[in-house]
């Protein structure tokens, strides 16, 4: 019996860690879908952050490493735009919100030079970049700051962001304010939520 109780004992923590692990894996999988991102917003005292995750194919119109020039000045695009997020989210001019930092993180952000494999000829780095593309999913994460002298009038949120990127058709937000938790579903012809 205590043989039987200390492999229980044993047995148990790991299938809750197995069951844990096997959720996660199933969260993150439903968690990349086209043309959708999640919005965490929260607002305490003068400041108000958010957390916008989406795959890079909303923003950036593909999820490969950027190799041609074409592809390059896009991705240069979109950082740029992010890094100027007052024009994505608005908030009331009575707010007097100011954006203060955008920190943004995405493997095809990184700085490197694509140099192609010397043993491989035109045909076959062709079909290697084609299963990259097919294979890789990739997600653009980005965090923004800002400092409002009136949190006061932090009535609503405007986002201009589905303008900027058609490739955005929904966005899960989740909300702390000081009127509480809210959750909503934001899209193209409703691109506004209001936090009273």
Known sequence: MRR????FSIAMPL????????????ASLGAHEHG?????????????????????VNLLGFEHAASQPEDIAKVAA??????????????????????????????????????EPAHEDEHETAEHEHEEHNH??????AQFIFNCAQPAALSSLQLPLFSV????????????????????????????????
């Open 78 to 115: 979109v950082q740029a735009q992010l890094h100027h997020a007052e024009q994505l989210f608005q908030f009331p001019a009575d707010a007097g919100c100011t954006l203060t930092s955008a920190d943004l993180d995405s493997p095809l952000f990184a700085e490197h030079e694509h140099e």
């Open 4 to 7: 039987q109780l200390a492999i």
């Open 165 to 196: 990127f058609p490739g955005l058709q929904r966005l899960n937000l989740q909300a702390i304010t000081p009127n509480g938790q809210l959750g909503a579903e934001l899209t193209p012809d409703h691109p506004v939520v209001s936090f009273n």
């Open 36 to 56: 959708v991102a999640s919005l965490n917003l929260a607002i305490e005292g003068n400041q108000v952050s958010i957390d916008l995750d989406s795959p890079a």
């Open 136 to 141: 890789q999913h990739a997600d653009i994460e």
């Open 15 to 26: 299938s809750i860690y197995a069951l844990a692990q096997e959720h996660q894996e199933h």
